[in-house]
């Protein structure tokens, strides 16, 4: 079983985060990371927001740190672990600035990155930033497609509807043949675009049954992914039992990955948490193999 961590203290969504994590920084960080890749965990993610409206953030959060700078100190940390946007919000960039600040982050990392990318839906932020809210389900397709043809290329060509240029140098760019493109949503427009312009799936507030009746219902391809939650914080070490209960749902639901949140008291406590997870995720595993 796969497992990926949803990195602690760079977001402070409310219900999900621990107190902890308010007075934590990089150096709590840092030691988790290295920790979940001692232990053999998957990915570590870090979100995308500039600035959240005061109101929204009452229910979102408002505590983003800024994914290239985050995961530019951890891959100096970690040897192993993916390092997963999730999700930058794809109206906000143009396709060859991703490809260039994060194709430099696939360099630095040994080609670690996963680029989780979304339409987005917050439109305060659209506007502050000055992009185009209306119509930005079309751009963000071409740029879907623009990406594909540009990262790990010197000179990447593109002639789209929204996006179009050649001649120019990109270096350093990614160092993957193919850098994982995972697309964030919940609906079945948003599974269809990550089928068509992706290489993997990560829904967000979707019951359980409806994920799996989408998945079925999906001709997807070899080798992708689909990346589910395992919903709220789990507690490895003081509920092991209904820790491994909800990886099982999980994975019954048709996830090929699991992110996983947990409940701490402190970045030492979240380490024990990651050895008690791996414990658990190995037990079933192996159960499912013996299935």
Known sequence: MRIGI????????????????????????????????????????????????????????GTYWDPLATFGYLAARTRRIRLATQVLVLG?????????????????????????????????????????????????????????????????????EHFGYEGFVVEPHAVQETVPLWIGGRTLRSLRRAVAYGNGWVPFGLPLDRLREMVDAAPLPEGFEVVLSAGRPLDPSGGADAAARALRKVSEAGATLVSVSLAAGSSAHYVEQLEALARIAGVVAGEEEAA
């Open 92 to 160: 906000y960039h143009h396709p060859l600035a991703l490809a260039k600040r994060y194709g430099t982050l696939d360099r630095v990392s040994g080609g670690r990155l996963v680029l989780g990318l979304g339409v987005g839906s917050l439109e305060e932020e659209f506007r502050l930033l000055g992009a185009a809210f209306e119509g930005r389900g079309g751009i963000a397709d071409d740029a879907l497609a623009a990406l594909r043809a540009s990262l790990s290329r010197r000179e990447p060509v593109y002639h789209g």
């Open 6 to 61: 949803t990195s602690p203290v760079v977001t402070a969504v409310p219900g999900v985060h621990s107190p902890w994590e308010r007075g934590a920084g990089i150096e709590e960080l840092g030691a988790v990371a290295e920790a979940a890749d001692r232990l053999g965990f998957h990915h570590l993610t870090c979100s995308e927001h500039v600035a959240v409206p005061v109101d929204v953030a009452e229910q979102r959060g």
